[in-house]
């Protein structure tokens, strides 16, 4: 078989990918390792920055998206009882999109369905070759039969445990990291969300999020340590903790039921540098992790696609410029990005080691937050996104 786009991993970045190309006329295949129903079937952030909404209206997705999806002009932080808010419109003029990233995941495949896109589900031992070499092609196996993809160029958007890292010489490879010592304990419970935004809550016991995916679906987070054994969470013990962690006001509104899904994420900070070598192009998860208290995971794959896709466009108009800078100008972004998301989490976390002065520090850091506009503004600068 032959493609101009080879995209491995049908996750979120793999799909916007796919489906923009389409729209540009440049034909692609999408080899996933998992079910479709097994992609759907992942929990995963749902705040979305004005560029992913512009970017999936482009893609032709937006409209469930805004039906369905809510509009946040703001946020509130809190430190103990004491709570304030960051208001994104009035400081920025901007605001974000409370959407899940399954519901994007699930109106991409429909998106694609509609256009006959080709996805390949159920793949194994993916293998790129000659993604330095101006004849790449990717073999896997389906069904225990080998298949081969001739194509021009690879786009790895097969997530942090994917194979297209991982072809790329570690002599060109360099890998910047760190892995945060405790987890982010999640429960998805058929509850109103106790609030109409989203609040952040740094606590003596550690830092706890309310967020929701719809008005009848909740979305909560605890900081647990690493080695915690999730069966000694359970619902009644979360939803205890969780109220000590947030305002009493937020506390007493707290409406509680069972779960419908609870795990515990670990943290990292992550980036692979570079972001191309010769004709693959790493996108999303397999170039970069971020911790999720910036919201910033799925809106990086998503720039990241905005820069491949118009590289990859003005190739087949004939100027290179685009895919030669890609990963310049994709690293730019996910820099700060990275760096907003550690500022975050360095915030609003309590640390194993941390001394009475750093406890202070964060405290003070805090309190400046809640005076300063300019200090205001620069987070709300980054939480609606920095420009792509
Ligand atoms: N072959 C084929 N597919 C693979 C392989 C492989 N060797 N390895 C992984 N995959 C698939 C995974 O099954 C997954 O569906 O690649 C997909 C990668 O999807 P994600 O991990 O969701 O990564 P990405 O599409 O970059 O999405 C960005 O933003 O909010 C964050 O982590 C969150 O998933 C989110 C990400
Ligand atoms: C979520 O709703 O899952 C969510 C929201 C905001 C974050 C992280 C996760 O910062």
Redesign the pocket.
Known sequence: MRTQVCIIGGGPSGLLLSQLLHLHGIATVVLERRTRAYVLSR?????LEWGGVDLLRQAGVGDRMDAEGFVHEGTRLSTGNRSFRIDFKALTGQQVM?Y??TEVTRDLYEARDRMDGKIVHEVEDVTLHGADSDTPFVTYLKGGTEHRIDCDFIAGCDGFHGVSRKSIPTSVLREFERVYPFG?L?VLSETPPVDHE?I?AQHERGFA?C???NAHLS?Y?IQTPLDDPLDKWTDQAFWDELRRRIPADAAERLITGPSVEKSIAPLRSFVAEPMRWGRLFLVGDAAHIVP??????LNLAFSDVHYLRDGLVRHYQGDDEGIETYSERALARVWKSERFSWS?TTLLHRFPDQSTFDLRMQDSELAYLESSRAAQTALAENYIGLPY
């Open positions: 929990i995963r952030a749902g705040v409370v899940g990233q982010w999640g989203l952040y999020l967020s929701m995916r979305r987070y999720p208290t910036g919201a910033k995971g975050m």
